[in-house]
């Protein structure tokens, strides 16, 4: 069981070019969230998503766009990065309602550096 | 709006001491309060979380917090810490109810340092 896992776990992008993070959940977690960390700024939300074909914006959605076309998959897309993307990526999922559904489990995380 | 604070950056303390690690909240009714830790490198750990029932609430690697509802806050402590404790602390609310999962709201983070 390996839980939450993201690839890749580092990239160097330049800016205007795009990348998709792809996070992966074995769990049969019911949603899943897309972060990023900042420094002294905790974890902001970007998207999330309640099921499989369903997402929804966060607190700091603009320059991003998600998918979930499998439940057990959440791809996190930059069409056109910009230098203010550069941060780390976090992917989390949590179980569905009635099943713990408050409690959200972490991946490892994305460093992604935007030239 | 809601809102998570933690009030320190850092908080140092010499191993076998005690470790608290303070937090207060903004949220409307009874939200759910969280902890989690980040070790170098590493994704957020779940520590602990409060739903309902005893103030007091126990977690992972001896760790317990204490929620106060008159003041709003959610402490982390540990009554022996360790070298190994040492990593980042963030306390997460969320309100409560169905239509909240994007609504988990974490505060800014408190580095641990622990010295032998």
């Known amino acids: 069981n390996a839980g939450v896992t993201q690839t890749p776990k580092f990239r160097v992008l330049k800016t205007g070019q795009s990348m998709t993070l792809l996070c992966a959940q074995d769990m049969n977690h019911e949603y899943m969230y897309w972060y990023r960390q900042d420094p002294g700024m905790g974890l902001r939300l970007i998207h999330y998503s309640v099921g499989e074909g369903t997402t929804a914006k966060g607190e700091v959605p603009d320059g991003y766009n998600v998918s979930r076309l499998k439940k057990q998959n959440f791809l996190l897309g930059l069409e056109s990065a910009a230098p203010s993307q550069t941060s780390v990526y976090f992917c989390?999922?949590?179980?569905?309602?009635?099943?713990?559904?408050?409690?959200?489990?972490f991946g490892p995380g994305t460093r992604l550096l935007v030239l | 709006a809601q809102s998570v604070a933690q009030p320190e950056d850092q908080v140092n303390v010499a191993e076998g001491n005690p470790l608290t690690v303070k937090c207060t909240y903004s949220v409307s009714g009874n939200p759910y309060l969280f902890w989690y830790v980040q070790y170098p490198n590493r994704g957020l750990q779940f520590l602990l979380k409060?739903?309902?029932?005893?103030?007091l609430v126990k977690g992972s690697y001896g760790f317990e917090a204490e929620f106060n509802k008159s003041q709003t806050s959610f402490h982390l402590k540990k009554p022996s810490a360790l070298v190994s404790d040492s990593a980042l602390y963030f306390c997460a609310v969320r309100p409560r109810g169905t239509d909240s999962w994007g609504k988990l709201q974490f505060g800014a983070g408190t580095q641990v340092v622990v010295t032998p």
């Open positions: 989390a999922s949590s179980p569905g309602v009635g099943q713990g559904e408050e409690t959200q489990y």
């Open positions: 409060y739903i309902t029932g005893d103030n």
